[in-house]
């Protein structure tokens, strides 16, 4: 019905002058209103259906007239865009799309390029140096305190060093500092950055070594502070540890080091005692003065000297502070170490230099290492009392001649006793050297009877310190001290 009526209206639709388009018969809007068409009866569609378009027109072209009153801008400047679309954007736009489809073959070339170039299963320089700065990115913090390593190891050792040994914290910490960079040493051998960290780590570490050595010198060290010490020095410098070899001394060259550093401060301890040492010398100065003038005048009963108070003063506190001092060395050297004397005997080592006609104060020909000359000598426990034997008697040899009256003589030569049965109680006794004491200080004396005044004096003062020793022995088990005189003086000492 509608396609009908669309014929039969067709001929009356505006000509093709009109700006309006034709409808079609598929027109959804024509097709609805033909429908509608068809449903109304003539009678309607002569009356109404005339009266209804003329309103609905005139309601349109209200609408219209409104809308052009109140957006009149907009449209005439959507419709000179529209204008210039036409004639500038659109040809613009269709020469800017020519030149992308020309360029994009160029474009998709030069992404395989650097796809192929930069791909992750090949090797470039480029994106190694990348990786290499993203990683030092993600491990900046971790960078930094190892950087930090070496700064944090020095203050650690100043400030161990500036408190001393009682610092256990410090140095605890300085060692484990010390043990985490040896640690990512091993781990990263050919890291420049871990070599550099070592390289200044050691530096540091031999400042540390320096220190402890420095606190071995301390006057008055006592048993922990040389133990705690020595312990450090094991972990610092394990170089000087001892051998394993079975052939030589256990303590390695620690002991030896302990020994000189402390054999070190005796000797500055006792040179403290140089203002009496020169009032001594200026005795023995007149002394041998005296002796040579009363030779060249033919006297009998020697020399006229009668001094010795300056002598006897030194020799006296010579003698308390190297009792004091051996004894603690000696003490400390075996609770640190042990009294083990494993080892090639001082014949053995004594070898090379008779063989080579050497003297004992000559080197032998080359530069042997510390460890082979510590793993070929005997303990140096066994070797230093003897050193500090012969330190005491060459002062004693020097000076007790200068000592005249008899009772002060006796006083240090049972002082020295004293300071030999110290000594004995760790296995140095050298009290039988006094015999050579005497006489190797008689030979200074003119005359015989000077000779056997000395061998006298030093007969009476072991008589006198067995007796005080018997005495001592017998209140020690609870003995009466009359049967301990009885018993101390039955002692009989030839001459």
Not at 188 to 208: G, K, N, V
Not at 240 to 267: D, H, I, M, P, W
Not at 274 to 281: T, V
Request: contains cysteine; charged residues 20%; neutral net charge.
């Amino acid at each position: 019905m509608t396609d009908a009526l669309y014929e039969l209206l067709a001929p009356y639709f505006d000509p093709p002058p009109s700006p309006r388009p034709l409808p079609t018969s598929s027109d959804p809007v024509a097709s609805k209103y033909l429908s509608r068409l068809s449903t109304l009866s003539l009678s309607s569609l002569i009356t109404q259906e005339p009266q209804s378009l003329a309103q609905l027109a005139h309601s349109t072209l209200l609408s219209i007239q409104s809308l052009s009153s109140r957006s009149h801008t907009a449209i005439v400047a959507a419709a000179d865009h529209f204008s210039t679309l036409e004639k500038e954007t659109l040809p613009l736009l269709a020469h800017e799309a020519d030149q992308l489809q020309i360029h994009i073959p160029k474009l998709d070339q030069s992404a395989a390029t650097f796809s192929t170039t930069y791909s992750r299963s090949t090797e470039n320089a480029v994106l190694d140096r990348r990786k290499k700065a993203l990683l030092m990115e993600r491990n900046a913090d971790r960078l930094s305190d190892i950087l930090d390593l070496p700064t944090l190891l020095s203050s650690a050792i100043s400030s161990s060093a500036g408190q001393g040994t009682s610092n256990v914290t410090n140095y605890a910490s300085a060692l484990n500092l010390y043990s985490h960079i040896k640690r990512l040493h091993l781990l990263y051998p050919e890291s420049p950055l871990i070599l550099s960290i070592y390289a200044q780590t050691e530096s540091a570490m031999r400042d540390l070594t320096s220190h402890l050595i420095t606190s071995l010198r301390q006057p008055n060290i006592k048993l922990a502070a040389g133990m705690r010490t020595i312990g450090w020095l094991r972990r610092v410098a394990p170089e000087l540890e001892a051998t394993s070899n079975g052939k030589g001394n256990q303590e390695g060259l620690l002991g030896y080091l302990f020994l000189v550093c402390r054999l070190s401060t005796l000797v500055n301890t006792l040179s403290a005692l140089e203002p009496l040492r020169q009032l001594a010398d200026q005795e023995s100065e007149t002394r041998l003065r005296n002796a040579s003038v009363s030779t060249r005048a033919g006297q009998i009963n020697g020399s006229t000297y009668r001094g010795g108070q300056q002598s006897e003063r030194y020799l006296k506190k010579y003698i308390e502070v190297f009792r004091d001092q051996s004894f603690s060395i000696i003490s400390v050297y075996k609770s640190i170490f042990g009294s083990t004397t494993d080892g090639p005997s001082a014949e053995e080592v004594q070898l090379p230099f008779r063989s080579s006609n050497l003297q004992s104060g000559q080197r032998l020909s080359g530069n042997r290492p510390a460890r082979e000359i510590a793993a070929t000598s005997p303990s140096a426990l066994s070797t230093f009392p003897s050193h500090l034997t012969d330190l005491l008697f060459n002062t004693l040899n020097e000076y007790l001649p200068n000592v005249q009256d008899k009772t002060s003589k006796e006083s240090l030569l049972t002082q020295v006793l004293y300071c030999a049965g110290s000594l004995g109680r760790l296995g140095g006794d050298f009290s039988l050297m006094l015999t050579m004491l005497s006489s190797a200080g008689s030979h200074l004396n003119d005359s015989e009877e000077d000779e056997n005044a000395a061998d006298g004096d030093w007969v009476e003062v072991m008589k006198k310190h067995r007796e005080l020793a018997g005495r001592l022995e017998a209140l020690a088990s609870g003995v009466g001290v009359g049967k301990g005189a009885d018993r101390g003086g039955s002692v009989r000492i030839k001459s």
